[in-house]
């Protein structure tokens, strides 16, 4: 299993969009479940979204419900992250994960294979 690849992390202000990007060029992809995380400085790292094996079923915490979307798509082994009315609180570190089960899991245990992160700043 390769490790996932985040990018698409950045600055915005208050109120602007950015969009993450995950690749997983492990063969196992389409498979599981896929998770996105953030650590922000001062504070324990947090569940953001998750999206089923087959993109039908996600969840959301609800600090980022009604703002963010997770998708994926399988053939190109890619899950996304759209970040939508950014505040200066979603500023953190963004992890991709892999679970190890195909159903949306908000459990932490349950990711096995994650990437390095992409920087996420919110600030005017």
């Known amino acids: 299993q390769v490790q996932p690849v985040e990018s698409g992390g950045g600055m915005a202000q208050p109120g602007g969009s950015l969009r993450l990007s995950c690749v997983d060029s492990?063969?196992?992809?389409?498979?599981?479940?896929m998770g996105w995380f953030r650590h922000a400085t001062g504070k324990e790292r947090e569940f953001v979204a998750a999206?089923?094996?087959?993109?039908?079923?996600?969840y959301y915490a609800d600090p980022v419900k009604g703002r963010f979307t997770i998708s994926r798509e399988n053939a190109k082994k890619t899950v996304y992250l759209q970040l939508n009315s950014l505040k200066p609180e979603d500023t953190a570190l963004y992890y991709c994960?892999?679970?190890?089960?195909?159903?949306?899991?908000?459990?932490?245990?349950?990711?096995?294979?994650w990437g390095q992160g992409t920087q996420v700043t919110v600030s005017s």
């Open positions: 994960a892999k679970a190890r089960v195909p159903t949306v899991t908000i459990e932490t245990f349950q990711y096995d294979y």
């Open positions: 492990g063969f196992t992809f389409s498979n599981y479940c």
């Open positions: 999206i089923r094996w087959n993109g039908i079923s996600t």
